[in-house]
């Protein structure tokens, strides 16, 4: 049997790439999704898309700070802390998934 490291650091590279690419996703077709997610009542599309670019430039800006993070070793091996990042970057992928494919 193998350390956990073994496991885990795989695992929170990958679910956290995935987020990203996900992310990335929103940034490049902002426009489309603020159409979508709005619907039929475009009124308010100006301040919908402004909003959506600062959240997903903000995201961003998180991503570059845990990748900072992860490959300079300071949670690195870190058993719990990979666990919860492998887990929230899974969940946040997986949502953020729905929200370009379901229109929220």
């Given at each position: ?40 009542d ?14 997903a ?48």
């Amino acid at each position: 049997m193998g350390r956990v490291e073994d496991v885990t650091l795989p695992a929170r590279f990958i679910t956290t790439a995935a987020h990203l690419i996900a992310t990335l996703t929103i940034v490049y077709d902002t426009e489309a999704t603020t159409r979508r997610a709005l619907g039929t009542d475009q009124t308010d599309f100006a301040s919908s898309k402004s909003n959506l670019e600062g959240l997903a430039w903000t995201s961003l800006i998180f991503f570059a700070i845990e990748f900072a993070g992860m490959f300079t070793g300071v949670s690195l091996f870190m058993p719990t802390a990979n666990a919860y990042y492998i887990f929230s970057h899974f969940f946040g992928a997986l949502f953020v998934g729905l929200f370009v494919y379901l229109n929220w």
